[in-house]
Nanobody, 121 residues
Framework: QVQLVESGGGLVQPGGSLRLSCAASGSIFNVNTMGWYRQAPGKQRELVAVITSGGRANYADSVKGRFTISRDNAKNTVYLHMNSLKPEDTAVYYC???????????????WGQGTQVTVSS
């Protein structure tokens, strides 16, 4: 069984930094794109950043220049380094991976359980 486990959320003051981590574990054949999404109260889930297995990254305009996504393919782990955090970055952050499990012929979307990030003074 494949699962994504996130860590690193918490409370931070405006202008501060946090690093989120997400590790995919279980019987995995291959991982394609990994990424981070977020959902604030009363809003739809939105893309924050994604990264391909080759390291190509894309970001939401709202986080460009402040957030950096990276990954360790050997560990099936993706990171989100968040700097210059703003109150509007407050949300539950979800990890996502497009991967193929060993007992599957297809690539499927997998999601983590979410981690809360709160930016407040």
């Amino acid at each position: 069984q494949v699962q994504l486990v996130e860590s690193g959320g918490g409370l931070v003051q405006p202008g501060g930094s946090l690093r989120l981590s997400c590790a995919a574990s279980g019987s995995i054949f291959n991982v394609n794109t990994m990424g981070w999404y977020r959902q604030a109260p009363g809003k739809q889930r939105e893309l924050v950043a994604v990264i391909t297995s080759g390291g190509r990254a894309n970001y939401a305009d709202s986080v460009k220049g402040r957030f950096t996504i990276s990954r360790d393919n050997a560990k099936n782990t993706v990171y989100l380094h968040m700097n210059s955090l703003k109150p509007e970055d407050t949300a539950v952050y979800y990890c996502n991976a497009d991967l193929r499990a060993r007992d599957s012929r297809w690539y499927d979307d997998y999601w983590g359980q979410g981690t809360q990030v709160t930016v407040s003074s």
